[in-house]
């Protein structure tokens, strides 16, 4: 995330000062809350690449669970038919959109890398290892 920063904050500085001298706002206060809102969406797009560069560097996706995967592909499902129903800002069309950028790869991702069955997990088992415990008699 530092690097990204690196490229980000100039980015959404120079994005406020090229709309305060080529766009016509009502006022300093409309220019000012559109850049935060800009800001808000580029950051939120930040924060969105690490997992990516963690799946690429682990090679594996098998360290998110697939509640979290369907929560993702719902969500993103759900912005996509609002932003194409609703009336809303071109900036908030183009967050909804990026967010299907980082979806895609996202599932590219998972398709590239199988999960290894043999990888332990945070609770120290894997999907080969076989039962050992004794059956409970009572």
């Known amino acids: 995330m530092k690097y990204l920063s690196y490229l980000l904050y100039p980015l959404c500085v120079g994005g406020a000062v090229y709309s305060l001298l080529n766009i016509k706002y009502k006022s300093w206060y409309s220019w000012l809350i559109n850049s935060f809102v800009n800001g808000v969406y580029a950051f939120g797009f930040l924060f969105m690449l690490p997992q990516l560069f963690v799946n690429y560097k682990l090679k ?44 895609l790869v996202y599932l590219y991702q998972r398709w590239l890398y199988p999960v290894d069955k043999r990888r332990v997990n945070e609770f120290g088992e894997s999907y080969e290892e076989k039962a050992t415990r004794a059956p409970h008699t009572d």
């Open 60 to 103: 594996s996706v098998a360290h998110l669970p697939w509640k979290a995967f369907t929560y993702k592909a719902f969500n993103t499902f759900i912005d996509d038919v609002f932003a194409f129903i609703i009336t809303m800002p071109t900036s908030h069309r183009l967050a909804c959109f990026r967010d299907d950028v980082v979806f």
